[in-house]
């Protein structure tokens, strides 16, 4: 009885922090590969970096315009209203959308698309015996399969974050006219409360927001097993982790940027 | 369940009978008449009842052995697969690992190309650990190998020809129309050559596995595993498959290693046979002695027997 109840506190508890551990060594593994010669996966990582732009491109579209119109645009519009103040929306998309929505926007997106998508396949080569018929043939999976992922997502990521910024103002500025404010006074907070700081730690956050979705997409594909149900488990855990894990970094890289840099705290 | 196990239904036990209770009751001894060339193990838990059938004879081949398991153990979670396996197989024939559903066949073929470790014990091949040798050693010692997986494992975004041809474009600097002339000559061995555009999606369970075949070979491999090659074949198919590895072994020679349930198979092209039962060899050995011994649970086997210590447990 007890032996069961610590059963079952104790091997879910060893079984987290061993799947935790294995992907920290596939994210060793998958630098020292992405470093060390040969570099044999230029043409897998342009097909999956172009199969990510496919993919995401029109939901993310889609989200940043809605989400930005939305919650920041619309929901602190009706309260900057109150004030007198809807000019000041522009400086609030600055910490809105900038530092945090866009980068969470875009990591959802590519998670929910991207890394599902990756895990699906890889899970699927896995039960096919794919990836050990791979690795019989002296293929190396991590190199010629996660590193092209894995670098395909870090760009992709990156590169969609500045897409999502650009196209989540754009809610901002449809909020904007729907208070039928003028677009000035948008954009002067806007610019005046922006700075590199910013535009650099979104980038470089959502960067490694893609890095974590590649790690956690490839390692649930590879250890996926039982068959087609094993595939959709696999699946469904990976993005519940993901998320986890782009949350908690997303509170460590903030807490770290804010008190490395406190400039970007005041507000102009 | 019990009348099945024949002449222990007296008794009543709800387990295999023991190889003297089985004995007694048919006027014999268990591995009696192996031949003077047999040597066998030390007796590992003599009180293990479970290994009772298993005395680990094995019967000189009078070759090196390809590869070799020493004392291997492995446990997927509770559940231990391989429990102390020791096996060789040898050099220059085709042995056939046979044995009973899930008890372990297929598992000791990931252990010989490293796709898993052993808990405990020693895989060697060509005298080399596979669990000593880091990940560069061990991807060049692959190359030694052909596999054919249980379902083919063909590349799902390549064709049949890509398939076949991809051992040769990753491993030698032949040049495409070498490589196609290697190929198609594989690919109609097997039967194959119509299809070789296919996409594997359009191929059946069988056409998968012979191209899985044709891929396994193109590199001329010293040595070959192939992994229930039969199932999901027709009868005639199974057999066209089976003469097809005994010509490309005398062909090519080298090291081959069938792991299947199909006794004529065996029958037909074995030199050298294991019976793996609950993660132990029961007995090993060249495949006429195997199929005259005396050992209860060999013969059953063998024979494909309702009748004797193998029940449905």
């Known amino acids: 009885m007890v032996q069961s109840a610590a059963d079952r506190v104790f091997l879910p508890t060893k079984n ?5 551990g294995d992907m920290m060594i596939l994210t060793g593994k998958t630098l020292v590969s992405a470093l060390r010669p040969p570099y044999p996966y230029g043409t897998e990582f342009v097909q999956q970096f172009l199969f990510m ?11 940043t315009i809605a989400f930005g119109y939305g919650a920041p645009g ?15 929306l522009g400086g609030f998309f600055v910490l809105a959308s900038i530092r945090e929505f866009a980068p969470f926007v875009t990591a959802i997106i590519l998670a929910g698309v991207g890394g599902t998508a990756i895990t699906a396949d890889l899970g699927a080569r896995k039960i096919r015996e794919e990836l ?12 010629n399969l996660v590193v092209p992922r894995f670098l395909a997502l870090m760009v992709v990521t990156g590169l969609f974050n500045i897409y999502a910024l650009i196209f989540g103002i754009f809610g901002g500025v449809l909020a904007t006219l729907t208070f039928d ?8 907070t806007l610019l005046n409360n922006a700075s590199t700081t910013d535009l650099w730690g979104s980038v470089v956050k959502t960067t490694l927001f893609g890095a974590i979705i590649a790690i956690v997409s490839c390692y649930k594909g590879m250890t996926a097993s039982g068959g087609a149900e094993g595939v959709g488990r696999a699946v469904n855990q990976g993005v519940v982790i993901e998320f986890l894990g ?11 940027l804010l008190a490395t840099h406190p400039e970007i705290s005041v507000i102009k | 369940m019990e009348e099945r196990r024949g002449d222990g239904g007296a008794g009543g036990p709800d387990r295999p009978l023991d190889p003297r209770e089985w ?36 019967r000189e081949h009078g070759a090196e052995d390809a590869v070799e398991f020493i004392d291997v153990v492995k446990a997927f979670g509770r559940n231990r697969v391989l429990n102390g396996l020791n096996l060789g197989l040898p050099d220059g024939q085709i042995s056939m690992i046979l044995g009973p559903s899930g008890t372990g066949k297929s598992v000791c073929i990931k252990h010989m190309v490293g796709l898993l ?11 080399q650990s596979v669990p000593a040798m880091a990940d560069d050693e061990l991807f060049e010692m692959r190359k030694k190998f052909g596999v054919l997986f249980q379902d083919g494992a063909l590349f799902g975004s390549m064709n049949v020809f890509d398939n076949v041809a991809f051992p040769l474009r990753q491993h030698t600097d032949k040049g495409e129309d070498e490589i196609r002339e290697i190929v198609m000559r594989r690919l109609t061995e097997v039967g194959l050559a119509a299809a070789a555009e296919k996409m594997p999606n359009e191929l059946s369970g069988g056409m998968r596995k012979r191209a899985g075949f044709a891929r396994a070979l193109v590199l001329d491999p010293g040595i070959v595993l192939f992994d229930e090659p039969d199932s999901g074949l027709d009868p005639v198919r199974t057999a066209l498959l089976c003469e097809l590895i005994q010509e490309v072994h005398e062909e090519n020679g080298g090291a081959y290693c069938v792991i299947t349930h199909d006794i004529m198979s065996a029958r037909r092209v074995a030199d050298y046979i294991a019976i793996l039962w609950k993660g132990r060899i029961v007995e090993s050995g060249p495949a006429r002695d195997l199929f005259n011994s005396d050992n209860q649970f060999v013969r059953q086997f063998l024979s494909g027997e309702a009748q004797g210590p193998l029940g449905m447990e």
């Open chain 1, 246 to 256: 782009i949350f908690a970094f997303n509170y460590v890289f903030t807490q770290t």
């Open chain 1, 74 to 88: 619309l929901q602190a519009g009706n309260f900057l209203v109150l004030f007198g103040a809807i000019d000041r």
């Open chain 2, 23 to 58: 004995e007694e009751s048919r006027g014999g001894r268990p591995g009696a008449g192996a031949g003077p060339r047999m040597t066998a193990e030390p007796e590992r838990g003599a009180e293990d009842h479970e290994y009772h059938w298993h005395t680990g004879a094995k």
């Open chain 1, 53 to 63: 732009l496919r993919l995401c491109w029109l939901p993310l579209t889609i989200s």
């Open chain 1, 181 to 188: 404010a003028p677009l000035g006074p948008f954009f002067a």
């Open chain 2, 117 to 127: 470790y052993p808990d405990e014990g020693d895989v060697l091949v060509h005298g």
């Open chain 1, 16 to 20: 987290l922090l061993e799947q935790v």
């Open chain 1, 132 to 143: 050990d018929a791979l690795q019989v043939l002296g293929v190396d999976p991590i190199k």
